[in-house]
């Protein structure tokens, strides 16, 4: 049952992360962040990306994206100001 419990776990925890993303990503310009806020992979140019008041924030998948809308605003002013 622990063993159950534990995969639903990470499987809620990486759902919607469909990267198969390259390590050798270069940030692209304009964006704040060099990887993904949810998996840590890495985002570059072609990655999808989200705008919050000016900045432009990269992600390693459309599913990554999605959930950065699910973030209160004091989640995202916080991500964005530790990424300065």
């Not at 390259?22 to 890495?42: E, H, T, V, W």
Request: aromatic share 10%; proline share 5%; with cysteine.
């Amino acid at each position: 049952m622990k063993l159950f419990a534990a995969i639903a776990a990470s499987t809620f925890i990486f759902a919607g992360c469909q990267s198969t993303g390259s390590s050798s990503a270069k940030a692209a310009p304009g964006m704040i962040n060099d990887g993904c806020p949810f998996s840590g992979k890495p985002v570059g140019e072609g990655s999808p990306t989200a705008d919050w008041h000016g900045e432009s924030v990269g992600f390693c998948c459309g599913g990554c994206a999605k959930r950065w809308n699910d973030w209160s605003d004091d989640q995202k002013n916080g991500y964005i100001v530790a990424q300065k």
